[in-house]
């Protein structure tokens, strides 16, 4: 039986995020962006951070911090494994801790061994145990104040080209698995398609198709860790069909969407 290499933690008592443990391995992944805010470490080897204010490398105990949709990926320059843990923390959930309406990280990638220490603990399975759960959340929320700057507005969004798409980037967001075309969403905003791609890009960094594949994945994702059944939630996310939603999900995550599936581990919450 092959061994997994890529194994998710969930708590009961902590529904507001979700842990990555991937073991060694030369994964790769394409330019993504999460719905949450993402912590990790990398435990093991070397790779390149590709976001907007990169490329960085990162290595053994470097840590990467990444805001809601930031779109990015870490891989290595060469064919070699290496590892990494990475704890995804809803966006509403740090918001409320953090009494702000928008976080940002002013630093992506940052090598501090204290700093280090403390992303390991917090990229650790959570026991069962309502006291190692509030301990965690303490670690949580004052590692974020300290490496984190409140902001009332995300200032990506005060261009002209953001205000351009907004519409259309509203209209994707609320139905993502919808067949809505380029040529429709240019049309609601009275731009041509070339325009408007033009704009789309300036605004986000990426094409309105790959926009709203990463709104398709993430939401598969989301319904997957729900218990969802693979083939509902490619139809509920508009995949043509369970083997598009299988290419696409592995080139994003480096794992298939059952993988995602069946290596989830939830403990079961103890006393008090």
């Not at 399975?125 to 300290?146: E, I, K, M, N």
Request: positive net charge; proline residues 5%.
């Amino acid at each position: 039986m092959t061994q997994q290499i890529h194994h998710f933690h969930r708590h009961p008592l902590a529904p507001w995020m979700e842990l990555r443990v991937s073991g060694p391995s030369p994964h790769c992944f394409r330019l993504h962006a999460h719905d949450e805010y993402s912590i990790g470490i990398v435990d093991h080897g070397s790779a390149v951070f590709h976001h907007a204010g990169g490329p960085e490398r990162v290595n053994k105990g470097s840590i990467v911090l990444i805001e809601p949709g930031r779109w990015h990926a870490c891989n290595p320059d060469q064919v070699t494994d290496w590892a990494y843990r990475m704890l995804f923390v809803r966006a509403e959930w740090v918001h409320e801790q953090l009494q702000a309406t928008s976080v940002i990280f002013p630093h992506r990638a940052l090598h501090d061994a204290k700093l280090a220490a403390t992303v390991d603990r917090l990229c650790r399975p959570l026991d069962g145990q309502h006291a190692g759960v509030a301990s965690h959340v303490r670690l949580l929320r004052d590692f974020l104040q300290r490496v984190s700057s409140l902001s009332v507005a995300d200032e990506e969004r005060n261009t002209s080209s953001f205000h351009a798409v907004h519409e259309a980037l509203e209209t994707l967001h609320r139905h993502p698995g919808a067949a809505t075309s380029v040529q429709s969403l240019a049309h609601a905003t009275g731009m041509s398609a070339s325009r408007f791609i033009r704009h789309f890009k300036a605004a986000t960094g990426v094409t309105p198709g790959a926009y709203r594949l990463n709104l398709r994945l993430n939401g598969a994702r989301r319904l997957l860790a729900q218990g969802m059944h693979l083939a509902d939630a490619a139809h509920c996310m508009g995949f043509a069909d369970q083997a598009h939603m299988q290419r696409a999900f592995k080139a994003h995550h480096s794992l298939t969407p059952g993988n995602y599936a069946s290596t989830a581990e939830v403990p079961e919450a103890g006393p008090r």
